[in-house]
């Protein structure tokens, strides 16, 4: 058995990389509003009709990757280098398979986009954004799989790197295709979708060449060549990754629901649940890191049979998620000004602001614990009822308790954000006692 600072260390080096991909990416998508903003007002509103389509499909390709690192960081925790190589391929066959259903569904979508009730005199900007987005999703899949199967076997620092060159090359390229910059053609939304669609190939294409020809996958790709993927193995990999695709999606749902609500209140109330989310986005992103080192750990550890050292490492996770979220938090209600100055100098809107800060706190302390024991379940493939409990925590708590709370009983924005915590809280006290009911299982 392990002393928990060796826990508290090892989930540190590799949760950093994870986080600071996942902040890039952050930056990368804020540069982007940004710089598609600067062209017109009417592209950023295609845009952002467009993202929230594919922003779930997003939650959703990364909810089917990470079935990834349970299978595959068993198998390497194990010894098992047939099973690690077997993993790799069925990763990228299945992920790549959803790809291409949800891109089935697009299409018929794309022929239907009037359903979804949107200004008319956008069209003509939404289409090629919406279809450019679309073709790039197989290899945003493709990468999604091989990211979790080289952070599976402890390499959490190539992803971080790819990552971050894609970003730069992602941004470089939306100066020279959206403003028509150095003798580029001027395409605006169209080239911001064309710039990403460029980056996305190259996230995938980076990523294929550091997994099958670097030196520290060769045990794994050599045996790749020998090995083929299985029905059972691709079933079983989707059956994980299923239910984590949907409880992320629900949990994005809760978010975006709660947006709507506020817009209903005002358009002050709305900018401050803009505010508020941006800034519990880097938050979160940490802790998600914390989470995503731990399932490796545990994953790996669960191979061994080492549970033990799966029940410390969710410990360590859990108390390092506190740790953080508790100062996070503390720094934010200090500074709440000028912290949400940086997003906007409406002073209503840091008003709005600062009377959300309970519930944020709130929600940060329990979104802290169920991003830990999701993972933790994530990790011994314990995804059976993750479903069942996102339905209960998002749609029967977190969505009424808003509409109820902030709309119902008139307790504006404030009601409505209360709603949040009632929901992550409920998922973070579902998550933990399944985790728990499965540990007694296994052990």
């Avoid at 079935?67 to 299945?94: C, M």
């Avoid at 629900?250 to 401050?272: H, K, P, R, T, V």
Wanted: aromatic content about 12%; overall charge positive.
């Amino acid at each position: 058995m392990r002393p928990i600072s060796s826990h508290i260390k090892a989930i540190s080096l590799l949760g950093l990389p994870i986080v600071v991909g996942q902040l890039g990416v952050i930056v990368q998508g804020m540069a982007d509003t940004i710089m598609v903003g600067q062209y017109g007002t009417p592209e950023l509103s295609a845009s952002a009709m467009v993202n929230n389509i594919y922003n779930f499909i997003i939650f959703f390709l990364l909810g089917i990757s990470y079935a990834t690192t349970p299978i595959t960081g068993a198998a390497f925790g194990k010894g098992d280098h047939n099973e690690v190589s077997r993993s790799l391929k069925e990763s990228l066959s299945v992920n790549l398979l959803f790809s291409g259903i949800i891109m089935i569904l697009l299409i018929w979508l794309y022929f239907h986009l009037n359903i979804l009730g949107q200004p008319q005199h956008l069209m003509p900007l939404v289409r090629p954004y919406y279809l450019i987005l679309m073709l790039s999703l197989p290899f945003l899949a493709g990468f999604n799989a091989l990211k979790q199967f080289a952070e599976a076997v402890g390499h959490t620092t190539l992803p971080m790197r790819v990552m971050i060159v894609s970003n730069i090359l992602n941004i470089a390229l939306n100066a020279l295709l959206i403003y028509g910059i150095a003798g580029m053609p001027e395409w605006g939304l169209f080239g911001a979708g064309l710039a990403t669609f460029i980056a996305r190939i190259f996230l995938f294409a980076a990523m294929m060449f550091a997994v099958f020809h670097g030196k520290s996958f060769k045990l794994w790709t050599r045996k790749s060549q020998h090995s083929s993927t299985t029905r059972k193995g691709c079933t079983h990999m989707a059956m994980v990754g299923f239910p984590i695709a949907i409880q992320l999606c629900l949990e994005s749902a809760s978010f975006n629901i709660a947006g709507m609500f506020m817009g209903w209140i005002g358009d002050i109330q709305l900018a401050a649940h803009q505010v508020m989310c941006s800034i519990s986005t880097l938050i979160f992103m940490i802790q998600y890191g914390i989470g995503a080192a731990a399932a490796i750990r545990i994953s790996q550890f669960r191979g061994r049979g080492e549970w033990s050292d799966v029940k410390r490492t969710v410990h360590s996770a859990w108390a390092l998620a506190i740790l953080f979220a508790i100062v996070s938090v503390g720094a934010i209600a200090i500074f709440c000004q000028p912290i949400t100055s940086i997003f906007t100098s409406d002073s209503r809107v840091q008003n709005i602001c600062f009377l959300l800060l309970p519930a944020f706190v709130l929600y940060q302390l329990g979104d802290c614990t169920q991003i830990i024991f999701s993972n933790s379940l994530r990790a011994i493939e314990a995804v059976g009822r993750m479903l069942l409990y996102a339905i209960i925590a998002y749609l029967l708590v977190s969505i009424p308790m808003s509409y109820l709370l902030g709309i119902h009983l008139a307790f504006g924005a404030e009601g409505v954000w209360y709603g949040i915590p009632l929901g992550l809280t409920t998922a973070a006290l579902l998550f933990m006692y399944e985790f728990r009911r499965k540990i007694k299982q296994l052990i």
